[in-house]
């Protein structure tokens, strides 16, 4: 869509009286395409792609808004204003309005504005350490305008289609006349974005980013605008040859087994146990290990089962959503960690809590549920709308089964987890290894003024129990009780209460309790919890349980019985909102001569759960796959949501829907040519002749996709142990830089050191190299022993017993990095607490203006937010900041001198990538991808990897000592060398 030539309503469209300085923009766009699954580039070449609304501001003055969808224009000044190369354009994620703005002016395909031009807010605010999304921003800066809430509702409403139904006469999109308080209300939204974006500038206005960052920045825009071109015909093929090998396997598995469903684990399962192996997962490492000692005609279905398991074609799947006209993939990267939003993405029978009980995801709502989200930051449980959304899938699923889990979710959705006394953090199932803690409850902040007092709730409970509804007309509450011990307990509850009461003995021994009636509330009489029940005293309710239908177990646990299974789930509900666990246990119903005994409910409650979670014997594993389905995605403002499946409640997390280039499946095949050149053409039937397992062969060939320009070739070259070389350099570890200035076998060198073992016995397979190599990956910013089983320490043959003498001995073999740790603690500390300055090793710690900053050797800062002084678990002095917390939301954050090492030489690294990836492009060198610190470069025939390697190698001007190396090759396509 081209300007339109018309002028807008009440805008001034005289020439301006000075020329134009700057220009402030906010835009409201409408695309068929899903922005968070295609991509910003190939979401503006949607022939439907069209700007709604046009915010902006000329030089901070007054706010504009041009209402395109109903015919306005923007004025001939501000559209000249766009190209014109003495104007900065400012907005907050400003590549969304650059790359917008290209395809509204015209620009042919693969051009877009000239990103020198312009400036980001978000890349600002991220430089100051706050949060990056403009409400965000807004509410921790307190800024007096901030965006406004409803607008991801009317985003929803204007900005994407619609779901033909017959209310809406089967239209597919919303436009402004369906709806005109919602479109009037959806401009001042456009407006309040300008204002907020303006704000926060006026606000940093005293902290600016440097000027070596905002090049930095263009270099980034430049790598995504290029793109990196993607081999289609491969991508295409490989998907046909999986869903080949898909159907191809799982009819063998059914032949062999008679299964009516191969995939399913349960119905495997079975199988086995039937065929005399049984097995409580099918997991990737259990069936690995079954397959050793199983009978021969079960290893071949085991084996065919594993092979299966490897099926996946998700990343070639979002390749060919993402994929522009260009055929390149473009907007891969985000400068300044931005955090991408996720998908929740689990089967639809796995359950959300709403205040009317737990609804299947699968459930037909009456438009958005309200569900109970859950904040990691405060262990808060709350109710609000959680859209719920789905889509197909296909590809692997992971199913964690446990006493306290039952879960089936996609690869990528994450979950809290911690490890041992370490905080929660959010981490992607595939990632979730050995015995990690889950959080199972909650305290729910209740916004319903209670219906009972204390006193009526313990009624309630007794009555529940063993109250009935006397007869007569007066309709009085009565008790039958035989045990002396519930006797005297309801005597001594109603004499507190002050409630009048008769008391008569049946010739049965029972003794008769009766109420008077309207002495008491009338709501207490039902033998039926509701699920109002939730926003009552927790603590009262389950302390009088235990005089009832509870009974107390241990001093941390009860048992409540029940036979109504409605009751059993509100009350295994209820404790999970009150910072308890429970599990519902159930007695199947039977005949005991002539007498029906109902079915019964046993729910094991067990107190003080909260916050701390509950250790898991199981990973999650790979059961089922391939997967061919709708997943759901529940979207809430925290991050994390109570969720339910067979009867066990947990809390779950979000999931990243974006293509992960920085977590690629390695390329180990000797023939990776060979295999490539059969998938692209198409030919199963050499596949599978040549390959044993055709789906781990296209998992190998998913880097291969990415290929250069014909005519051309990539060169790939990244660091040597970067983060290595510089902390040694930095804390002034000696022995280290004389490792890196030779050999640069840092592995071999530290074990030497800490084993004190001459360097020339340790090989590369030797026990002594792998101990080296998994401490230097595990203890250089302050790990311990839960820092080595993290990292694997276990699985890889170390011994519990072995892991703290390593800590001991890579702590004395580098002394000086020790220091460095506790020195920059102390520097911290004494910034934070006397408002001052100081320094050590060079870097400046500076605590004004309610932030503490950290100077790098480039002269770049880091920011933290509010700092102040706490004292820690170990009764030390600590840092508290205010920042992003794992489960991405705003939170108090306790730092310390490790972390901060941490901070710092990851920080320091960045700087050196940067500096290297500048150099090379002002030598002409076309970057189209960076992975953590690679670099791959779009280059012609004649230039050598070692010409790439000795640009990245030079050492920056403000890091003299420090001694880099860069290593490199070239290839046709993308590969690990």
Avoid at 237 to 259: G, H, Y
Avoid at 374 to 381: C, F
Avoid at 409 to 433: G, L, W
Avoid at 944 to 972: F, N, Q
Wanted: hydrophobic content about 40%; glycine content about 6%; aromatic content about 10%.
């Amino acid at each position: 869509m081209r300007a339109s030539k018309h002028t807008a309503e009440g805008v001034n469209t005289a020439p301006s009286a000075a020329p134009i300085k700057s220009l402030s923009l906010d835009l409201e766009t409408y695309s068929s395409v899903e922005l968070g699954k295609s991509g910003l580039y190939k979401y503006v070449e949607s022939p439907d792609f069209e700007i709604l609304l046009f915010g902006y501001s000329v030089d901070g003055g007054e706010i504009q808004v041009v209402d395109l969808a109903s015919g306005e224009s923007v004025p001939p000044e501000i559209v000249a204003a766009l190209t014109d190369d003495t104007v900065i354009k400012w907005a907050f994620n400003a590549n969304f309005e650059r790359i917008c703005l290209s395809k509204w002016l015209g620009l042919p395909i693969g051009q877009y504005l000239d990103p020198r031009l312009w400036r980001c807010t978000m890349v600002w605010s991220a430089y100051m350490g706050l949060p990056l999304s403009l409400e965000g921003a807004g509410a921790v800066l307190g800024l007096e305008k901030q965006k406004l809430s409803e607008g991801k509702d009317l985003i929803r409403y204007f900005c994407q289609p619609c779901k033909p139904t017959a209310a809406n006469g089967q239209r597919t999109r919303n436009l402004p006349s369906h709806a005109p308080d919602k479109w009037a209300a959806f401009k001042a939204y456009n407006r309040r974005d300008v204002e907020t974006e303006l704000s926060i500038q006026q606000k940093l206005a005293k902290f600016p980013v440097p000027e070596d960052e905002w090049r930095n920045y263009i270099l980034d825009q430049k790598i995504n605008d290029r793109g990196i071109r993607l081999d289609m015909d491969l991508v295409r093929e490989a998907v046909c040859c999986d869903e080949r090998a898909r159907v191809e396997l799982t009819s063998a598995m059914r032949k062999l087994t008679n299964v009516e469903n191969p995939n399913s684990v349960a119905q495997m399962k079975v199988w086995l146990a039937e065929n005399g192996l049984a097995t409580d997962t099918l997991g990737k490492p259990a069936v690995k290990e079954l397959i050793k000692t199983a009978p021969e005609n079960l290893r071949k279905v085991l084996a065919l089962r594993q092979d299966l398991a490897k099926s996946s074609v998700k990343k070639y799947k979002a390749m060919e959503n993402a994929v522009c006209d260009d055929s390149r993939l473009h907007g891969m990267f985000q400068f300044y960690g931005a955090n991408r939003t996720g998908r929740f993405c689990l089967t639809g029978d796995h359950e959300i809590l709403t205040p009317h009980g737990w609804r299947r995801l699968d459930s037909k709502f009456n438009g958005w549920p309200i569900a109970a989200q859950y904040d990691l930051t405060n262990n808060q449980i709350t109710f609000a709308k959680c859209p719920v959304h789905s889509f197909e899938y296909k590809g692997d699923m992971y199913e964690w089964q446990g006493k306290r889990i039952s879960q089936i979710s996609t690869p990528e959705h994450r979950n809290p987890v911690a490890y041992h006394k370490k905080d929660f953090e959010m981490r992607m199932v595939v990632q979730i290894k050995g015995h990690p803690r889950i959080l199972i409850c909650g305290q729910y902040k209740s916004e319903i003024p209670r219906n009972f007092t204390d006193d009526e709730i313990r009624l309630l409970v007794a009555y529940q129990a063993d109250g009935i509804a006397a007869g007569g007309r007066r309709n009085s509450l009565a008790f039958r009780l035989k045990k002396d011990r519930k006797i005297e307990r309801m005597r001594s509850l109603l004499d507190r209460m002050g409630l009048p009461y008769k008391v008569s003995i049946h010739k049965d021994g029972v003794t008769c309790i009766r109420v008077e009636p309207d002495s008491y509330n009338s709501r207490i009489k039902t033998k039926q919890f509701g699920w109002w029940l939730i926003n009552e005293n927790a603590d009262v309710f389950f302390d009088e349980l235990k005089y009832w239908d509870g009974h107390v177990q241990t001093k941390n646990s009860s048992q409540y019985c029940t036979t109504n299974r409605l009751n059993a789930e509100i009350v295994a509900t209820f404790a999970h909102l009150s910072g308890r666990a429970a599990l519902i246990n159930t007695v199947p119903a039977r005949r005991n001569g002539n007498a029906n005994l109902s079915e019964a409910y046993y729910v094991e409650i067990w107190e003080n759960a909260r916050e701390v979670g509950i250790e898991i014997r199981s990973a999650p594993q790979k059961q089922y796959e391939p997967f061919m389905g709708r997943v759901y995605c529940l979207e809430t403002t925290t991050g994390c949501f109570l969720v339910r499946r067979d009867k066990k409640i947990w809390v779950t997390g979000n999931s990243s829907k974006v293509i992960n280039i920085q977590n690629l499946p390695q390329n180990h095949l000797p023939d990776l040519e060979q295999a490539r050149s059969l998938v692209k053409s198409g030919n199963f039937t050499a596949l599978t002749m040549l390959y044993d397992s055709v789906p781990a062969v296209l998992s190998e060939l998913i880097r291969t996709a990415f290929i250069p320009k014909p005519g051309l070739k990539f060169i790939v070259a990244d660091f040597s142990a970067i983060e290595a070389r510089v902390i040694a350099w930095l804390a002034g570890e000696t022995w280290r830089n004389e490792v890196f200035a030779s050999h640069g076998k840092i592995y071999e060198a530290s074990a030497s050191r800490m084993f004190h073992v001459p360097i020339e016995e340790i090989t590369k397979g030797s026990p002594l190299r792998q101990k080296g190599k998994i401490a230097e990956l595990a203890l250089g910013y302050g790990g311990s022993v839960g820092a080595l089983k993290a990292m694997g320490a276990i699985e890889m043959g170390l011994s519990e017993e072995e892991l703290r003498p390593l800590v001991t001995a890579w702590r004395s073999a580098n002394p000086n990095i020790v220091k460095l740790w506790w020195d920059v603690d102390k520097a911290a500390v004494t910034a934070v607490r006397e408002r001052t300055t100081s320094s050590t090793h060079g870097i400046r710690f500076e605590c004004k203006s309610g932030m503490l900053f950290i100077t790098l050797p480039s002269g770049r800062r880091l920011a933290y937010v509010k700092p102040r002084i706490d004292i820690n678990q170990f009764g030390s002095d600590c840092v508290i900041y205010e920042g992003v917390g794992p489960a991405k939301k705003w939170e108090r954050i306790e730092t310390y001198g490790p972390k901060l090492v941490e901070n710092i030489v990851q920080a320091i690294s960045r700087d050196i990538l940067c500096y290297a990836m500048g150099r090379l492009d002002s030598a002409g060198f076309s970057i189209v991808m960076s992975v953590h610190d690679e670099v791959v470069l779009e280059v012609a025939n004649g230039v050598s990897p070692e010409e790439v390697c000795r640009i990245m190698a030079e050492t920056p001007p403000w890091a003299k000592g420090l001694l880099l190396r860069a290593d490199g090759y070239d290839c046709t396509y993308y590969k690990k060398d």
